[in-house]
């Protein structure tokens, strides 16, 4: 990760440590995020200035997290962590452009020259890929297959068990739906219906348009699916295991921002209805 697309063919671009300084001048980069996956799966991230990014910090790593305070990674006693950013997954994240930012995924280090986090997940897929070729083989491939529901809106009531626990979806194309000026799907009627009851291929085209353009993970196919109301599907393409995992993390934070800008809520999860 990343890719560009020349002439119909998939090629891998790499970043040095020197390009990617100099791609944070040239493109006016005010701001780095550091991100990182833990053990739940979630994306957390820190914010540095641009300006106080050094290639030293780029080499030697960022000691920037307290590991006691993410699921799993240390304890309170033992939890000076770095973050250790990797040049090939720079990318300039589109939507903030009041303050340019860009990403930068990071590898997990123990504080005081220790050594890799075994609880890394990255580092777990490294690892995995390190014992494939120690197995003889070259290299295993990996496609996620990833889909996703977006909703209108959702409500919950969960922390007043007194009163009641409820939640509630609203979407225009959920059969439910009551404000008669849609075209509601019937129920598991949603395996790509064209416009205009798929009302989110819109949304779904500046996802791709982003995975593709800014962050370099390819799509090659977008389509509404089967549950009722807002499940998609967005085609990525197959990659060595960390490029992979990168991606579909990539990926679920794409999904989420964009519909956060267009006033939705994105979620993951496998089957909220049918």
Same mark, same amino acid.
């Given at each position: 990760?990343?890719?560009? @697309?020349?002439?119909?063919?998939?090629?891998?671009? *790499?970043?040095?440590?020197?390009?990617?300084?100099?791609?944070?001048?040239?493109?006016? %980069?005010?701001?780095?995020?550091?991100?990182? *996956?833990?053990?739940?799966?979630?994306?957390?991230?820190?914010?540095?200035?641009? %300006?106080?990014? *050094?290639?030293?910090?780029?080499?030697?790593?960022?000691?920037?997290?307290?590991? !006691?305070? %993410?699921?799993?990674?240390?304890?309170?006693?033992?939890?000076?962590?770095?973050?250790?950013?990797?040049?090939?997954?720079?990318?300039?994240?589109?939507?903030?452009?009041?303050?340019?930012?860009?990403?930068?995924?990071?590898?997990?280090?123990?504080?005081?020259?220790?050594?890799?986090?075994?609880?890394?997940?990255?580092? %777990?897929?490294?690892?995995?890929?390190?014992? @494939?070729?120690?197995?003889?083989?070259?290299? !295993? /491939?990996?496609?996620?297959?990833?889909?996703?529901?977006?909703?209108?809106?959702?409500?919950?009531?969960?922390?007043?068990?007194?009163?009641?626990?409820?939640?509630?979806?609203?979407?225009?194309?959920? =059969?439910?739906?009551?404000?008669?000026?849609?075209? =509601?799907?019937?129920?598991?009627?949603?395996?790509?219906?064209?416009?205009?009851?798929?009302?989110?291929?819109?949304?779904?085209?500046?996802?791709?348009?982003?995975?593709?353009?800014?962050?370099?993970?390819?799509?090659?196919?977008?389509?509404?699916?089967?549950?009722?109301?807002?499940?998609?599907?967005?085609?990525?393409?197959?990659?060595?295991? *960390?490029?992979?995992?990168? /991606? /579909?993390? !990539?990926?679920?934070?794409?999904?989420?921002?964009?519909?956060?800008?267009?006033?939705?809520?994105?979620?993951?999860?496998?089957?909220?209805?049918?």
């Amino acid at each position: 990760m990343p890719y560009k @697309v020349s002439h119909g063919k998939a090629i891998q671009v *790499t970043y040095s440590p020197d390009e990617v300084f100099a791609r944070i001048q040239h493109e006016g %980069i005010q701001f780095i995020d550091l991100q990182f *996956t833990g053990l739940t799966g979630r994306f957390h991230h820190t914010t540095i200035s641009a %300006i106080t990014f *050094t290639p030293e910090q780029m080499r030697d790593g960022l000691p920037k997290l307290d590991g !006691s305070s %993410i699921i799993g990674f240390a304890n309170v006693d033992d939890s000076d962590l770095i973050l250790k950013p990797d040049p090939n997954t720079f990318a300039i994240i589109p939507w903030m452009t009041e303050n340019k930012t860009a990403r930068l995924l990071c590898d997990i280090y123990w504080g005081g020259d220790r050594g890799r986090l075994s609880r890394d997940p990255r580092g %777990i897929s490294q690892k995995a890929e390190e014992y @494939v070729k120690s197995q003889g083989f070259d290299y !295993s /491939a990996w496609g996620p297959e990833v889909e996703f529901f977006v909703f209108d809106k959702v409500h919950w009531d969960v922390l007043t068990p007194y009163k009641g626990q409820s939640y509630s979806i609203e979407s225009k194309e959920a =059969p439910w739906n009551n404000e008669g000026t849609g075209y =509601p799907m019937g129920l598991q009627e949603g395996y790509y219906p064209s416009t205009p009851s798929d009302t989110l291929t819109p949304f779904r085209n500046e996802c791709v348009n982003i995975l593709n353009n800014d962050f370099g993970i390819l799509c090659d196919n977008h389509h509404h699916e089967v549950a009722t109301a807002g499940q998609c599907e967005i085609d990525i393409k197959y990659d060595y295991m *960390t490029n992979a995992a990168d /991606a /579909a993390q !990539s990926y679920k934070y794409v999904i989420k921002n964009v519909a956060q800008k267009y006033g939705k809520v994105a979620t993951m999860m496998p089957k909220p209805i049918a």
